[in-house]
């Protein structure tokens, strides 16, 4: 299976926690974005990198979260101190973005679905 | 926040018969597109309409743009049980090189058997 894939896909935690989620995009595929879902809802931006570049935040990206991609492939987003609003689901798309061989479509892994409890 | 909205909230049909969800947005767009998503699962892309074209077909599914009036709707024709998700339709910035996505609040599909 070459498409994305994100790890773990359920989380339990405490309020006050931290939890790291992690993300593989498609391999060929140099953006890498970030969403976040609540129930009812669609999915909402929080951040995106090119290669390992991240190009935009959110607002909705408080200073308790964090993203990297060190080396242009995988990607991890950390939650301190986790607090019940951050339930929701995580989901990480990968898009190709290189000139005439640009494609705008996202792929989309399943999710991480973190509870706070 | 949604760019914006579709309508409706929740429609359920026969299977055989056809399903229109209509999406609308609020700013420019570059492209819009549509989603599909199963109960707790991820996104699946369905279709991308770019705002210089006006309707576009991919099998069962025929979208169109309309961007004087900021809205797109998605036909899905002779509807299987399968087909049972919610549809989101998606707007592209219209700033080249920026895809970063915004999302309306869907529309909950139900095809009864």
């Known amino acids: 299976d070459t498409g994305v894939s994100q790890n773990p896909r359920h989380k339990i935690t405490k309020r006050g926690q931290n939890v790291t989620f992690r993300c593989d995009p498609i391999?060929?595929?140099?953006?890498l974005y970030w969403y976040r879902q609540t129930l009812g809802q669609g999915p909402e931006f929080l951040t995106y990198?090119?290669?390992?570049?991240?190009?935009?935040k959110s607002r909705l990206l408080s200073d308790r979260f964090s993203a990297e991609r060190p080396k242009g492939s995988f990607s991890t987003l950390e939650i301190q101190r986790t607090e019940q609003g951050d339930s929701a689901m995580y989901l990480c798309?990968?898009?190709?973005?290189?000139?005439?061989?640009?494609?705008?479509?996202?792929?989309f892994g399943p999710g991480t679905r973190l509870t706070v409890t | 926040s949604q760019q914006g909205e579709e309508d409706p909230q929740a429609l359920s049909i026969q299977e055989g018969e056809n399903a229109t969800m209509n999406c609308s947005y609020k700013?420019?767009?570059?492209?819009l597109q549509w989603y599909r998503q199963n109960s707790g699962r991820g996104l699946v892309h369905l279709i991308l309409?770019?705002?210089?074209?006006r309707e576009k077909h991919s099998g069962r599914l025929r979208v169109t743009l309309d961007t004087s009036k900021k809205s797109s709707s998605l036909l899905i024709t002779a509807s299987r049980a399968a087909d049972t998700a919610s549809y989101f339709c998606?707007?592209?910035?219209?700033?080249?090189?920026?895809?970063?996505?915004?999302f309306g609040t869907g529309t909950r599909l139900t095809i009864i058997p």
């Open positions: 990198f090119q290669n390992e570049a991240q190009l935009e």
């Open positions: 998606a707007t592209g910035a219209p700033n080249f090189g920026n895809e970063k996505l915004t």
């Open positions: 700013t420019s767009i570059n492209n």
């Open positions: 391999s060929e595929h140099n953006r």
């Open positions: 798309a990968s898009s190709l973005n290189a000139g005439r061989r640009s494609l705008y479509e996202q792929y």
């Open positions: 309409i770019r705002s210089n074209e």
